[in-house]
């Protein structure tokens, strides 16, 4: 008895639990990251520390994949470990630093454009979101064509951490 197999009883709570950590709650930390960054450290500290916190969360998420895989073949209580405990923390801390980004990253360019018209703020913000979908949609289709479902989860995974740690550094 598997329990990623459609049916184990598991699969509506893993459900459940993806969605609120996946969907719900990120939501909640864009206004927190603002209010942190206008109140207590600043743009640039939060976005700071969240990059590091998303590359945390990739390196976090590498080995939590890692450690999964190798205990597959052993009782179901550590694949319950991990599906309800190790992934939703990482998860949350993932999402924490992309909300401290997210909710940031415009603000702080737009007070580096001091003396910029009305049109060159707009376009910067276009920019910002066109290259960010654009990326992320080549990122998707080039992996998903590199690496097949038979690829293992820990080099897909890896493949995050690497290009994560080269961006930050």
């Given at each position: 008895n598997?329990?990623?197999?459609?049916?184990?009883?598991?699969?509506?709570?893993s459900y459940l639990v993806?969605?609120l950590v996946g969907?719900?709650?990120?939501?909640?930390?864009?206004?927190?990251?603002?209010w942190?960054a206008?109140?207590?450290?600043g743009?640039?500290?939060?976005?700071?520390?969240?990059l590091w916190?998303v590359w945390?969360?990739?390196?976090?998420l590498?080995v939590?994949?890692?450690m999964?895989e190798?205990?597959?073949?052993?009782?179901t209580?550590?694949?319950?470990v991990?599906?309800?405990f190790?992934?939703?923390?990482?998860?949350?801390?993932?999402n924490?630093?992309g909300?401290?980004f997210?909710?940031n990253i415009?603000?702080?360019?737009?007070?580096?454009?001091v003396?910029?018209?009305?049109?060159?703020?707009?376009?910067f913000i276009?920019?910002?979101?066109?290259s960010t979908?654009?990326?992320?949609a080549t990122a998707?289709v080039?992996?998903?064509?590199l690496?097949?479902?038979?690829?293992?989860?820990?080099?897909?995974?890896?493949?995050?951490?690497l290009f994560m740690g080269i961006?930050l550094?």
């Open positions: 598997n329990l990623l197999q459609p049916q184990s009883p598991f699969n509506l709570i993806s969605n969907v719900a709650l990120p939501q909640l930390f864009y206004p927190l990251a603002g942190l206008d109140a207590r450290f743009r640039y500290k939060v976005i700071q520390i969240s916190c945390l969360g990739e390196c976090s590498s939590t994949v890692l999964f190798l205990c597959q073949s052993y009782s209580t550590y694949q319950h991990f599906v309800y190790l992934f939703p923390v990482v998860f949350v801390v993932m924490v630093g909300a401290g997210q909710a415009i603000q702080f360019g737009m007070d580096q454009m003396d910029a018209s009305g049109d060159q703020m707009s376009a276009h920019w910002y979101y066109w979908y654009a990326g992320s998707s080039i992996l998903g064509c690496f097949s479902e038979q690829t293992s989860l820990v080099i897909r995974a890896g493949i995050n951490v961006a550094f």
